[in-house]
């Protein structure tokens, strides 16, 4: 059997997804031998690469990059996975939400905070353009499974990842979908 | 002294068990380890009837009933776990999760969370409706506890607890629909209220996080929802009254 195309990717999250990930710690190996990685935060490539079959995507979508991450992915993926409560439900990324625009919360940081220079940073087409309210993965693409937890234990993410190598995500369940 | 009551056959997902006449559906349930999911009532507490969490399905009756409110009756015919009943739990899961502000990762309860418990129960992975992130104000003004609106269900526990037994009446519901709210007293914050006693029975039977005590942080509150249903019972047999006063 020829190895499975396996992608991890970044949105609006602090990375402690990827970190449980690489919890896994000697499975990384045998996961190694069954899949190789082909986009990750963890190495080094530039461009979501065609042809993948498994996607994690851990993070809300935050921003425009977030977004256009996002479509890329589901273009290039055949199963695409909510990896981590942010990307779930939006969990923290998403707690700006209730204080609406987000020009106001940028103000109150950049602006009012002493210990700033008084400017919102603004960097057309380095720095992307927060949408207006935090979302779910699953409310801007379509999402074929969805690991919560925050962040998802290192054992639940291999429980995951051999079902999802199985081609049998239905077998995420019981404890292993645990918010928080 | 043993209580004398009148017992039916009633039967849950086709096995047949012994139930009081004059007790309830859910009552029934519990003391025959039948598992019905619940989130506001409570063992000793009135009835509210309100998460519609315990609805069942009764043969010949073609409408769901909570099990909590739906009395005893012979030769009943009762279904807890069918399809149709997985997917409206579910559904009523994902609407509570996006009515509030629940995130689990940053909440006191998280871990001990009668809500997140049963989003797992009920297979709950994502919510599928639009989070509505409401702006909800959290009142610390009581010196012991703190009551954090966004992650309420308005299970409604508190309001009974503090008015059936511990007899203050601090706690209500204002407001109709989406803007129904908990209050002290007159609307007043909770750290100025007259009528609390400061008794904790309130952020005792909470499910969630949305009553903890000062101090408290992530994973942390534990509650306690047993201790007051003893509470409760033992008060309606009168267990601890004097047999010589009592007589």
């Known amino acids: ?180 | 002294m043993r209580e004398l009551r009148t017992t039916v056959t009633i039967a849950f997902n086709d096995v047949e068990v012994e139930a009081f006449a004059d007790e309830t559906v859910m009552q029934a349930a519990r003391r025959n380890d039948v598992f019905i999911p619940s989130l506001c009532y409570v063992e000793g507490l009135s009835v509210w009837g309100g998460c519609r969490m315990c609805m069942i399905e009764i043969e010949e009756d073609r409408r769901l009933r909570p099990a909590c409110a739906t009395p005893v009756n012979p030769e009943m015919e009762v279904y807890t776990d069918t399809p149709k009943l997985r997917a409206h739990r579910k559904a009523i899961l994902e609407l509570l999760f996006a009515e509030g502000n629940h995130v689990c990762a940053v909440c006191v309860s998280n871990g001990n969370c009668e809500l997140q418990d049963m989003a797992v129960a009920c297979g709950m992975d994502h919510v599928r409706y639009d989070y509505r992130s409401p702006r909800r104000a959290v009142d610390a003004s009581h010196p012991k506890y703190v009551f954090d609106p966004n992650r309420c269900i308005l299970c409604t526990r508190c309001v009974r607890v503090c008015d059936e037994i511990e007899g203050a009446h601090v706690w209500d519901v204002a407001s109709h629909g989406a803007d129904a709210v908990l209050i002290t007293d007159l609307a007043t914050p909770w750290g100025d209220s007259t009528s609390c006693t400061w008794c904790g029975k309130c952020v005792a039977v909470c499910p969630t996080g949305s009553l903890s005590y000062q101090g408290t942080a992530v994973g942390e509150m534990e509650h306690s929802v047993s201790m007051i249903s003893r509470l409760a019972v033992a008060r309606s047999r009168g267990e601890w009254l004097d047999p010589e006063a009592v007589s």
């Open chain 1, 1 to 180: 059997m020829s190895k499975a195309r396996l992608a991890t990717a970044w949105l609006g999250g602090c990375s402690g997804c990827h970190m449980s990930f690489l919890d896994m710690d000697e499975w990384l190996f045998e996961l190694a031998d069954l899949a190789d990685l082909v986009y990750s935060p963890i190495a080094d490539v530039k461009v979501f690469p065609p042809d993948v079959d498994i996607t994690l995507v851990e993070g809300a979508v935050a921003n425009e990059d977030n977004v256009e991450l996002a479509r890329e992915i589901r273009a290039n993926s055949k199963v695409v996975v909510s990896f981590g409560d942010c990307a779930v439900t939006g969990n923290v990324t998403a707690m700006r939400n209730p204080l609406g625009d987000p020009l106001g919360i940028l103000e109150a940081v950049y602006v009012n905070a002493p210990d700033r220079n008084g400017v919102i940073p603004a960097e057309p087409g380095i720095v992307p353009p927060l949408l207006p309210q935090v979302q779910p993965l699953h409310k801007v693409i379509k999402v074929d499974a969805y690991l919560p937890g925050c962040p998802p234990p290192a054992d639940r993410i291999q429980r995951a990842v051999e079902a999802l190598l199985a081609g049998d995500p239905s077998r995420i369940t019981g404890e292993d979908i645990r918010f928080g």
